[in-house]
């Protein structure tokens, strides 16, 4: 009787090994469950991925990668509006997304846990997949005010966008590369829009602006009043960039707003994409691969600016393995 039911309870154990080997073998196509793709095939993923406000720049240019990908390779990337950078880094950390745009200086902030993330904390459950396009740090005043350089916003009254936004870091770090503070200004924390509506009207003599350039703000500004955007000289765009490893050099065109007739250089961050480390590296090889690869069909202006010297390039927080991958295999990094 114990041989028979030892010999029955053998049997049981050899068909339950062969059914859990069976059910591994299937590709996981649940976000949460890690995506694994086989070498060459997105079309088994779905992945979540966390942008902006549903008006915004991040969620239209999502959504334009996302519907071209799904043509071309099956993949599915769900587009959700979000709160943007901040919100959609602690939604990767909590799981709610695996992939996100954001500006490459909050995801600094973030995985050092520093400025905006000083009272999270570090987070260092992402990494990079690729820099996409520029966010322009534009710094505006009237034509006739007689502020010429950054330096000359010392005791003016001057915009730093909202309290605790990117923008009012931004400006913290570019003052301060002038070794001006902002008790050494008068400061307001304005909206981009209550900014240029504020300046028109004669309320303060200047604001930062970080976004996309041409920047709607300043364009409806540009054609009621005269303006000027200020220069940021090479010696203190150095400074910048050897002092924090996410600005890059940029220059704003002649004829990018009415009456900017001539190049000015700034600086500017990087709106980029990063991605969950729950996600395996062939799934981000694939990813990183299929999003570059198809660029100059993606139908957005803001696709003119990628590259993949671009992509690679200011970038201060590691990249995924599976990207790193990609990049070392078209020569990008080495």
Do not use: W
Not at 43 to 72: D, R
Not at 242 to 250: N, R
């Amino acid at each position: 009787m114990k041989k028979k039911l030892a010999v029955i309870l053998s049997v049981i154990l050899v068909f339950a090994m062969l059914f859990m080997t069976a059910c591994g073998d299937k590709p996981a196509a649940d976000p949460e469950a890690g995506n694994n793709v086989a070498a060459g095939d997105l079309s088994s993923i779905k992945i979540n991925v966390g942008t902006g406000g549903s008006t915004g720049t991040y969620y239209g240019f999502c959504n334009v990668i996302s519907s071209l990908l799904k043509e071309k390779t099956g993949a599915q990337l769900m587009i959700q509006a979000s709160g943007a950078s901040k919100a959609n880094i602690l939604d990767i950390e909590d799981g709610i997304v695996d992939m996100a745009i954001v500006q490459n200086d909050v995801m600094d902030y973030a995985y050092n846990g520093t400025s905006l993330f000083a009272d999270v904390g570090a987070i260092k459950s992402f990494s990079t997949l690729g820099a996409a396009y520029a966010e322009v740090c534009q710094i505006v005043a009237k034509a006739d005010s007689g502020i010429k350089t950054v330096a000359d916003l010392k005791g003016k009254k001057v915009s730093v966008g909202d309290s605790g936004s990117g923008v009012e870091f931004n400006a913290q770090q570019i003052l301060g590369a002038y070794g001006i503070t902002f008790e050494d200004i008068d400061k307001q924390n304005l909206s981009f829009q209550a900014s240029a509506d504020a300046l028109k009207d004669g309320k303060i003599d200047a604001f930062f602006c970080t976004a996309g350039a041409p920047t709607v703000a300043i364009t409806d500004l540009s054609t009621t009043t005269g303006i000027v955007l200020v220069e940021i000289d090479a010696e203190h765009l150095a400074k910048l960039q050897a002092d924090y490893g996410f600005y890059a050099a940029y220059t704003v065109p002649a004829g990018t707003y009415n009456g900017i007739d001539a190049d000015v250089t700034t600086v500017a961050v990087k709106a980029t994409f990063i991605v969950s480390n729950e996600l395996d590296e062939e799934t981000v090889y694939q990813l990183t691969k299929a999003i570059y690869e198809n660029k100059d069909e993606y139908s957005h202006e803001k696709a003119a600016e990628m590259s993949l010297e671009y992509a690679v390039s200011s970038i201060s927080v590691p990249f995924h393995p599976g990207a790193e991958r990609y990049y070392k295999e078209v020569g990008a990094i080495s």
